[in-house]
């Protein structure tokens, strides 16, 4: 299947970020009619271009502070609310902070359960909306471990976990909603402008600084093949884009218990 993206309205979280504007300028490449860009401050700047190089498109910003329950309720609605309506959103917030688990895992791990939470309520059948897409922006390092980075890896494999559970047939049938998440790789911005005393211990410095040296990839081709993977419209779809690729990740579904 091969979702026509042009007709959707579609909101996105952390919209002004590296990926998030890669994620963006590919939709409004593709002709969505309309965007809400949620995040913590406008950039008003990109905005401003944005609106002049793509005229007919209604494009906005609503605040948004994804750690913050009723704070996602609220700008979200407003969004759905200023578009007509609300066909897929995109939660692509996020932070690397091991010195602080518990605001890494607010924004990573709660902030991907708000907004999703939000968007079934905003765009459910069960709640006499049309269904939908939501796509939760995680990382490889939820799908492996990550030894420097160990606080941040398991918010997105809470990501990963919460967004799969909600991608069963019995959601699905319920609300319409596919859920995907997507995995990238290293990806050139500035969450990865990280200090060398930013790991889970002041001991990992040296494993931080190795991470620091690796090259990732530019931003624009992942927020392309992020639209591609929102594209195939593949309810509980993991997919990895890592080095400028697209693949699906092959998920264990041989546990039992
Ligand atoms: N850059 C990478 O190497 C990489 C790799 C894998 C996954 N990711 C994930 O991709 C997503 C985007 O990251 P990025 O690389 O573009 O980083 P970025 O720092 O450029 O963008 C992060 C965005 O999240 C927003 N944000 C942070 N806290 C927020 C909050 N409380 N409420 C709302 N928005 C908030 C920021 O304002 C920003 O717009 C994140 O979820 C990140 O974990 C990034």
Redesign the pocket.
């Known amino acids: 299947m091969v979702v026509d993206i042009t007709g959707l309205k579609v909101a996105i979280?952390?919209?002004?970020?590296?990926?998030?504007?890669?994620i963006c300028k590919e939709l409004l490449e593709q002709g969505v009619p309309c965007l809400a860009i949620?995040?913590?401050?406008e950039d008003k700047d990109t905005l401003e271009v944005w609106k002049k190089s793509y005229p007919t498109q209604k494009i906005f910003f609503e605040y948004?502070?994804?750690?913050?329950r009723s704070?996602v309720e609220e700008s979200i609605g407003k969004a759905k609310d200023e578009m007509g309506g609300l066909d897929a959103f995109v939660?692509?917030?996020?932070?690397?902070q091991e010195s602080v688990p518990e605001l890494c895992i607010?924004?990573?791990l709660l902030?991907t359960i708000y907004t999703s939470l939000t968007a079934v309520n905003l765009m459910g059948k069960h709640k006499g909306g049309n269904g939908g897409i939501v796509v939760n922006?995680?990382?490889?390092?939820?799908l492996k471990p990550c030894h420097p980075f160990a606080v941040?890896s398991a918010?997105?494999h809470g990501?990963i976990g919460f967004t799969r559970s909600l991608s069963h047939e019995f959601h699905y049938n319920e609300t319409g909603i596919a859920f995907m998440a997507v995995?990238?790789?290293?990806?050139?911005?500035?969450?990865?402008e990280y200090p060398e005393n930013s790991g889970t211990f002041d001991y990992v410095k040296e494993e931080v600084a190795k991470v620091a040296n690796v090259a990732?990839?530019e931003?624009d081709i992942?927020g392309k093949n992020i639209v591609k993977a929102m594209q195939t419209g593949k309810n509980g779809s993991i997919s990895i884009?890592v080095c400028g690729d697209l693949r699906e990740a092959a998920m264990p579904d041989d546990v039992e218990g």
Do not use: E
Request: charged share 15%.
């Open positions: 979280s952390g919209g002004f970020g590296g990926i998030g504007q890669a949620l995040d913590l401050k948004i502070d994804v750690a913050k704070v939660n692509c917030s996020g932070i690397l607010q924004v990573n902030g922006v995680a990382s490889v390092l939820g941040y918010s997105k990501c995995c990238p790789g290293l990806t050139k911005t500035k969450l990865i990732g990839q931003a992942c884009c």
